[in-house]
């Protein structure tokens, strides 16, 4: 099992070393001036915007692949997803911060994904969601135990993706139906904090319910 999470481990990092390159590659190639400065969004060209979205849609694929070769049973594969998703996410942010000093600030805006529209918000948010996937996630693939989803807290932990799903993709939401150039004219404004933080809570709640009860229930 402690196999398992190192090596889950490992290709995360790798992966989001490799998603750092593009960003930086794509930031020196739409803001020449200052890749450190990201809004108003430049707009990318439809061929580098279908490859993004594309790419966006294969890297879930691929963090999905990999968390079904290593584990079987549906919590125990949904915990080795998480962890991957959030260590990638998390060191995608450290590989920027390493290679061109962003972010610069813990409130810095970022375009988080493009999947069904832009998700837009502080990378810190997206960072605590990441930490509590790698938190839950490790702790499930590292210790023995039979860990269940109930309705219950299935319901529990979907109204609280619900809600930070909604804080992410709020931002952007007014601004479809008007075309790309209002996108491309999009500053950072008042994050949903009230509703990002219920949902992260109701997250944990859940998460913490299936793995505290699984842990009784394995001693």
């Keep these: 099992m402690k196999r398992n999470a190192v ?73 080795a997803f998480v962890y991957a998703f959030g260590l990638w996410d998390i060191f995608y942010y450290i590989w920027l911060r390493v290679f061109i000093g962003w972010p610069v600030r813990w409130g810095e805006w970022d375009i988080l994904f493009l999947i069904p529209w832009a998700w837009l918000g502080p990378w810190l948010a997206a960072a ?15 210790r023995p135990g039979c860990y269940r989803v109930t309705p219950g807290r299935g319901a529990l932990f979907s109204a609280g993706t619900a809600l930070v799903l909604t804080s992410f993709l709020q931002p952007a939401f007014s601004l479809l139906g008007l075309g790309m150039a209002a996108l491309a004219r999009y500053r950072p404004g008042n994050f949903w904090w009230a509703v990002y933080v219920p949902g992260v809570v109701l997250m944990a709640t859940a998460l913490g319910w299936v793995f505290f009860d699984g842990r009784r229930e394995g001693s």
Excluded: C, S
């Design 128 to 142: 605590l969601v990441a930490g509590l996937f790698v938190l839950w996630g490790g702790a499930v693939l590292v």
């Design 7 to 79: 090596w889950l481990a490992l290709f995360a990092v790798a992966m989001a070393l490799l998603e750092a390159a593009v960003v930086i590659y794509l930031r020196r190639l739409y803001y020449p001036g200052d890749i450190l400065r990201i809004f108003p969004p430049r707009m990318l060209v439809r061929l580098d915007l279908v490859l993004e979205l594309a790419r966006e849609a294969a890297t879930l694929v691929m963090l999905l692949a990999v968390a079904v070769i290593a584990e079987r049973g549906f919590v125990r594969v949904f915990a």
